[in-house]
Structures are given as structure tokens and as C-alpha cells.
């Protein structure tokens, strides 16, 4: 699967309010740009490499080097490895990874103070307790 149709695949199961989605757009625009060009890579990848198989037995050697050189530096692997982490830090900005979902869910359990809710009998005592006593 290719990384554009994954990422579309993902962002079509985003179940948020209009307003979210529309500020999140220019995120949602970022990934798809990395996911293209990541894809993007692998295609550069093949042609630079047939390229390459044509010109050696005709070239010069110093200048087969210098062109090898280039063409290794916009190998897929070094465009993912580039792309990669931006890429998922766009999808755990947008809550599409497991990581950002377990966050998500800890901070909607997550009582005021920031502290994990606690609905054990005794907590149930203290906050009746707390809104008797201060009216809170």
C-alpha cells in the first residue's frame, strides 16, 4: 500500500466537529505532502537506478561516482528516514496514532486538577464531603 493512500485511508476516519477539522487542515495538508512525497521517493528511487545501469558502461568513472553520490542521497530510504518521524509527528498531532488515542483517553479521564479520576467509594465520600462542607 502506498503511503498517500494509507494516509487518506487514515484521515477518512477522523470523527471530529467541523471546527476541529478545519483547524486542523493545514496538519491534515502536511501529512499528505510528506505521504506523497515519501511515495514520490520510491519512484525517484527506480528510475535514478535504471539511469544509473544506462550511463556506466559509457561514463567516466569519477563522473559516475559524482552522479551515484547524488542519486544515493534521494534514495527512498533517506527521504523515509527524513520524512518519516515528521510524518507521524503530523498523524500524533491529529490524535492517528496509538500513542496519541492512549494520551487522548488519559486526559479525558483526567479530573481538573490534571489527576486521573478516581470514582473508588471513599473518593465518591471525599467529593460529597467537599461539596457539603464548601458548597464546590
Not at 77 to 85: D, E, K, N, R, T
Request: proline letters at 4%; a positive charge; glycine letters at 4%.
Amino acid at each position: 500500500m502506498s503511503m498517500i493512500l494509507a494516509v487518506e485511508t487514515a484521515l477518512k476516519t477522523l470523527t471530529e466537529d467541523s471546527d476541529q477539522q478545519k483547524r486542523d487542515i493545514a496538519v491534515k495538508h502536511l501529512a499528505r505532502q510528506y505521504a506523497a512525497s515519501i511515495d514520490e521517493a520510491e519512484q525517484v528511487e527506480i528510475k535514478a537506478a535504471a539511469i544509473l545501469r544506462e550511463i556506466r558502461p559509457w561514463c567516466d568513472p569519477a563522473l559516475y561516482n559524482r552522479i551515484e553520490a547524488v542519486f544515493s542521497k534521494i534514495e527512498r530510504a533517506q527521504v523515509l528516514a527524513s520524512l518519516g518521524p515528521k510524518l507521524q509527528s503530523a498523524l500524533v498531532e491529529l490524535g492517528m496514532t496509538p500513542r496519541a488515542r492512549a494520551d487522548a483517553k488519559k486526559k479525558a479521564g483526567a479530573g481538573s486538577n490534571g489527576q486521573a479520576a478516581d470514582n473508588s467509594p471513599l473518593a465518591k465520600a471525599r467529593a460529597a464531603y467537599k461539596n457539603r462542607v464548601h458548597g464546590a
